[in-house]
């Protein structure tokens, strides 16, 4: 089993978008095995964004993020990385389709409401700067034996 960081950003929780969102990754199948609203802090989002940090948005994309309450979670399942980035859509909204959250919800790239870990090495990184181990738990949910081949 794949674990994925995913957040619904400021603009998702400002927006009452937190439930809609939670249940499209569950109803997916998807297993959240870790789940936490917090303010982020300055440095944690400098530190997540660390690969964008000479790029002009750095500034807005780091207020943006810190601007409010944002809910961070850890995804499981298989092939959850990949499933995440399809369920979230295109980093920029207009180019995410119909059925995704961004495509359904956002307009523009500076407020598209979700993140999702890109590779397993970001996955590993950015839950490791957002949660301690104990945070995470562990359970079998009911319909994993028909989810799975
Ligand atoms: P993703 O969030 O889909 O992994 P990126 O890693 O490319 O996308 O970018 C991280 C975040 O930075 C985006 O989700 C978006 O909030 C912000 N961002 C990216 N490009 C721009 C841009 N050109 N203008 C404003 N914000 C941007």
């Known amino acids: 089993m794949e674990r994925t960081y995913v957040m619904i950003?400021?603009?998702g929780v400002q927006r009452g978008l937190v439930g809609d969102i939670l249940s499209r990754i569950e109803?997916?199948?998807?297993?959240?095995?870790?789940?936490?609203?917090?303010?982020?802090?300055e440095a944690t989002a400098k530190e997540h964004y660390?690969?964008?940090?000479?790029?002009?948005?750095?500034?807005?994309?780091?207020?943006?993020?810190?601007?409010?309450?944002?809910?961070?979670?850890?995804?499981?399942?298989k092939d959850s990385i990949k499933i995440m980035r399809a369920v979230n859509g295109a980093t920029n909204p207009v180019e995410?389709?119909?059925?995704?959250?961004?495509?359904?919800?956002a307009i523009e790239?500076?407020?598209n409401i979700v993140h999702a870990s890109d590779a397993p090495?970001?996955?590993e990184?950015?839950?490791?700067?957002?949660f301690e181990e104990f945070e995470i738990t562990g359970?079998?949910?009911?319909?994993?034996?028909q989810l799975y081949e």
Not at 96 to 105: K, N, Q, S
Not at 139 to 145: A, H, K, N, T, V
């Open 9 to 11: 950003k400021p603009d």
């Open 27 to 41: 109803k997916r199948g998807l297993k959240l095995v870790a789940l936490r609203m917090n303010v982020m802090e």
């Open 50 to 77: 660390k690969e964008h940090s000479e790029r002009p948005f750095f500034g807005s994309l780091v207020s943006y993020v810190t601007s409010g309450p944002s809910v961070s979670m850890v995804v499981e399942g």
């Open 96 to 105: 995410a389709l119909p059925g995704t959250i961004r495509g359904d919800f």
């Open 109 to 111: 790239t500076g407020r």
């Open 121 to 123: 090495e970001s996955a």
């Open 125 to 130: 990184r950015e839950i490791a700067l957002h």
């Open 139 to 145: 359970y079998s949910r009911i319909d994993e034996g």
